[in-house]
């Protein structure tokens, strides 16, 4: 379904430029406000929070400008992590929830991630009325001025965020004795994950915790583990966490620094959920998902499906096969159970609780051995060249080449301007020779 502004996970892009922009920000909250005004005859209200970007002071008095305008009553939370968003949005029974962020990209990018009433990710269908709203007439959903929203600042937030995430473990649950090392991508968990950690009585060695504005994801978080695998080694802690800059991906690394990834924790966990009779019919993976997951998850007959890439999509999934665990390669892990969205922070303390005898990571995640792949992002200026005669000539000729020994996919990023090449076989050379090919045409 083509849409014209939202992408695999909301809104994303450059700022002041093209659609993250004060003026389509006013857009995008007058038309999101009409919309989901329309949805229930009591009280309007939305719940607006954000990561720390410098540009997060710019965009929300717009979007809270359209919002209001639309007749909507507006809690703003400030920074918080986007799950904390989507469980206060659902605790506080609000329209919708908006999250400011561009999540694991640069400080210059930003965008929105939006969420139902139920704390749910939008729908496609649900994003294309919102969208034909933007493209309509400002003056057609304006309200009058006696109906006009009103803003109200909270500031327990984190606090309420963190006492959420805590309900859902024992009482009795304690991480005395346990060392962790912490990057927070200088991102919206900057203030919750620190809090959470030492108030569960672990000895927390943090990083990423100083935002200014402009070093969010900058060489920190889950897209740059080599920090987090650093830290861990030199304080000796028994695990590592990182987070990206809206906290719903998490990457770990166990005490030896090595790194632990979104499928080696859904293999950990799909495990474990089976052998405590927790888990809800099987596990879904995406298009990226490694394949010796794949056959992890065979050999231990765990049903094992593949969506397409995006934590929606994982969602959308789960939800019509009624399974309570999904996730992807790059972090973004769904406990059905507990949350609607990936959350980094919920997913560390299901980690930590698994952790909490056994102290040694490395024994807790040994689970398979990955098929190798190689993941190439391919910087372009127009996606589109995906499509070209040379392009499509080049993925013709890599999985040639491949034939059975392995498997090619070849996709645009659904939040960056890049193409994405990845290469999976157990011949490593293979995995190179085919990568090349495509990159090539593409560059």
């Known amino acids: 379904m083509f849409k014209k502004y939202f992408g695999t996970d909301g809104i994303r892009g450059r700022v002041n430029n093209s659609k993250i922009n004060g003026e389509m920000f006013f857009k995008f909250g007058l038309a999101a406000g009409t919309y989901f005004k329309n949805l229930k005859k009591s009280k309007q209200t939305a719940i607006i929070a954000k990561d720390t970007r410098l540009s997060g002071y710019t965009l929300e008095p717009a979007l809270v400008s359209g919002l209001a305008s639309a007749g909507m009553h507006i809690y703003t939370l400030g920074p918080l992590p986007t799950n904390g968003l989507a469980m206060l949005t659902k605790k506080m029974k609000a329209n919708m929830g908006i999250m400011i962020t ?27 009325k919102i969208e034909k709203l933007i493209d309509s007439k400002i003056s057609k959903n304006l309200t009058r001025p006696i109906e006009l929203g009103r803003v109200k600042r909270l500031e327990d937030a984190n606090e309420n965020y963190i006492k959420i995430l805590k309900q859902n473990f024992p009482s009795s649950f304690s991480l005395k004795g346990i060392k962790i090392a912490l990057d927070c991508a200088n991102g919206a968990s900057y203030k919750a994950g620190p809090q959470l950690f030492k108030s569960l009585g672990a000895k927390v060695f943090k990083s990423g915790t100083s935002p200014n504005g402009l070093n969010i994801n900058l060489k920190s978080g889950s897209t740059y583990p080599k920090k987090i ?52 019919g099987g596990v879904i993976g995406t298009l990226m998902s490694n394949y010796g997951l794949e056959k992890f998850f065979k050999k231990n007959k765990i049903k094992f499906f593949r969506s397409n890439v995006g934590d929606r999509y994982v969602k959308e999934k789960m939800k019509k096969k009624n399974f309570n665990l999904g996730g992807e390669q790059s972090g973004h892990i769904i406990l059905g159970r507990f949350a609607t969205t990936g959350d980094g922070l919920l997913v560390a303390l299901e980690i930590l609780f698994s952790l909490r005898k056994r102290k040694k990571a490395s024994e807790l995640f ?54 994405r090449i990845m290469s999976e076989s157990e011949d490593s050379s293979l995995n190179k020779l085919c990568v090349n090919i495509i990159k090539k045409s593409i560059q």
């Open 229 to 280: 695998c650093q830290m861990t080694r030199k304080n000796k802690a028994h695990i590592g966490i990182a987070l990206d800059g809206d906290a719903d991906r998490i990457i770990v690394c166990d005490e030896k620094g090595k790194i632990i990834d979104g499928d080696k924790i859904l293999a950990m966990l799909g495990e474990r959920w089976k052998r405590k009779k927790i888990l809800k």
């Open 366 to 419: 040994n689970k398979f051995n990955p098929t190798p792949q190689i993941l190439e992002n391919v910087e372009v200026k127009d996606k589109s060249i995906i499509y070209s005669p040379k392009c499509k000539k080049a993925i013709y000729e890599a999985n040639k080449i491949m034939k059975n020994k392995g498997r090619i996919l070849v996709r645009k990023s659904g939040t960056e301007p890049k193409i």
């Open 102 to 128: 561009a999540s694991h990209n640069p400080y210059y990018d930003n965008g929105l991630k939006l969420f139902g009433p139920d704390g749910l990710k939008l729908s496609d269908k649900i994003e294309k």
